[in-house]
């Protein structure tokens, strides 16, 4: 597991094996595979994405169990982070997976700049189609100078620094990246850019972490 400090708080990454997320890679498959037997999950998300469906709640609490200690450890090298964003209810209050959703972008599609609800939130890279090198040399930036940072295919983030400032952060996922996963305060703000060399499907899986009030309601 690794930390990346951004000018407040910060991302912090694993890497897991094939086995590790054997579970997932059959759920999505299964989804794939019939589109129409899964549930949308695009009215409750901003992407301009076709196919993004919920994942059923067995696959969500496996997800849950991999990726909790993420949270412990989050907490632990960001303890401020645990003051500012969840102050007296954190103490004792658990923390949970609510939702969970499966991302088949297609060339073109694209994630504008948007947030998520609850605390903790993370994405999870199964299959990227595209290469680094191709998606460069199609950049527009590029061919007028080839030192040019690209975004195509990229995740980027966006946030403020103490005085106010706007920062940002990308990440040139590649297929360099299936089986990371990527964890973040859900009020970070972030893009995913499209890409333009594969026909075949980018797959990623997203999810919110919530405190369980246990009053019926989650923060």
Not at 67 to 80: N, R, S, W
Request: net charge negative; hydrophobic share 35%; aromatic share 16%.
């Amino acid at each position: 597991m690794q930390f990346d400090d951004l000018k407040t708080f910060g991302v912090t990454y694993n890497k897991f094996t094939r086995d590790d997320l054997e579970f997932l890679y059959r759920q999505v498959d299964l989804i794939r595979n019939n589109f129409g037997s899964a549930v949308p999950a695009n009215e409750e998300l901003i992407g301009h994405i076709d196919h993004e469906y919920f994942l059923p709640d067995q696959c969500r609490q496996q997800l849950e169990t991999l990726v909790l200690p993420m949270v412990g450890a989050y907490l632990q090298e960001y303890p401020t982070y645990n003051r500012a964003k969840l102050s007296v209810l954190s103490d004792g209050v658990p923390i949970f997976l609510r939702d969970a959703w499966v991302n088949f972008q297609k060339k073109y599609e694209y994630n504008p700049v948007h947030d998520h609800g609850g605390c903790f939130s993370f994405v999870l890279w199964l299959n990227i189609p595209y290469t680094r090198e191709d998606e460069d040399a199609m950049s527009f930036t590029q061919k007028l100078h080839k030192d040019a940072l690209t975004s195509n295919g990229k995740f980027e983030f966006f946030y403020n620094d103490t005085l106010g400032g706007i920062y940002s952060h990308k990440l040139p996922v590649d297929p360099s990246y299936e089986g990371m996963i990527l964890l973040f305060p859900s009020t970070m703000k972030h893009y995913v850019y499209p890409f333009y060399t594969s026909d075949d499907y980018r797959i990623s899986v997203s999810g919110n972490f919530y405190l369980n009030t246990g009053s019926g309601q989650s923060a």
